[in-house]
């Protein structure tokens, strides 16, 4: 029963995004939404990425 109190580690994931990249999608996050929306959803802001990055 001890074994499940400590759990083991995992190893970490590589980031998916560098720190630059990061800090756009927060801002883009924190500003006002596309016209016809009430808020960002995942897809608009991955969009917002995508297209930021070309």
Known sequence: ???AKVG???PRKPRKLD???E???I???CST???GRTR???QLL???LVSAQR
Do not use: C, N, V
């Open 46 to 48: 991955a969009d917002q």
């Open 33 to 35: 939404p596309p016209s």
């Open 40 to 42: 960002w959803t995942i």
């Open 27 to 29: 801002a883009t996050a």
């Open 1 to 3: 029963m001890e074994y």
């Open 8 to 10: 083991r580690s995992h």
């Open 19 to 21: 720190g630059k990249q």
């Open 23 to 25: 800090a756009f999608l």
